[in-house]
Nanobody
Framework: QVQLEESGGGLVQAGGSLRLSCAAS????????MGWFRQAPGKEREFAAA????????YYADSVKGRFTISRANAKNTVYLQMNSLKPEDTGVYYC??????????????????WGQGTQVTVSS
């Protein structure tokens, strides 16, 4: 069982930056692929970014590529999402997720086994 807790959300103006953190419980953090998803009001939850177990490989949705950076610190059981050049359309609840499956379908919700409660990000224009 892995428990995830996000932090770092808030209100920021367009063009600004935020850094989200996700702290994971347990001693198996390094064996899990980690990801970030987001959900805008009235829309479905969508994939934003994912990172491999050792942190070498990263994956991004086209909508955030070049602006967001996912990273992880396995010694701290933490994954991060650095968000730069934020746009109003980035507004939503951001969720941290984890899985330990042998799957590379990182954009699919059903692959992910564990979810945090989410943290609100609001970008004003």
């Amino acid at each position: 069982q892995v428990q995830l807790e996000e932090s770092g959300g808030g209100l920021v103006q367009a063009g600004g930056s935020l850094r989200l953190s996700c702290a994971a419980s347990g001693r198996t953090f390094s064996s899990h692929v980690m990801g970030w998803f987001r959900q805008a009001p009235g829309k479905e939850r969508e994939f934003a970014a994912a990172i491999s177990r050792n942190g070498v490989f990263t994956y991004y949705a086209d909508s955030v590529k070049g602006r967001f950076t996912i990273s992880r610190a396995n010694a701290k059981n933490t994954v991060y999402l650095q968000m730069n050049s934020l746009k109003p359309e980035d507004t939503g609840v951001y969720y941290c997720a984890a899985h330990n499956r042998a799957s590379s379908d990182y954009a699919s919700l059903r692959v992910w086994e564990y979810w945090g409660q989410g943290t609100q990000v609001t970008v004003s224009s």
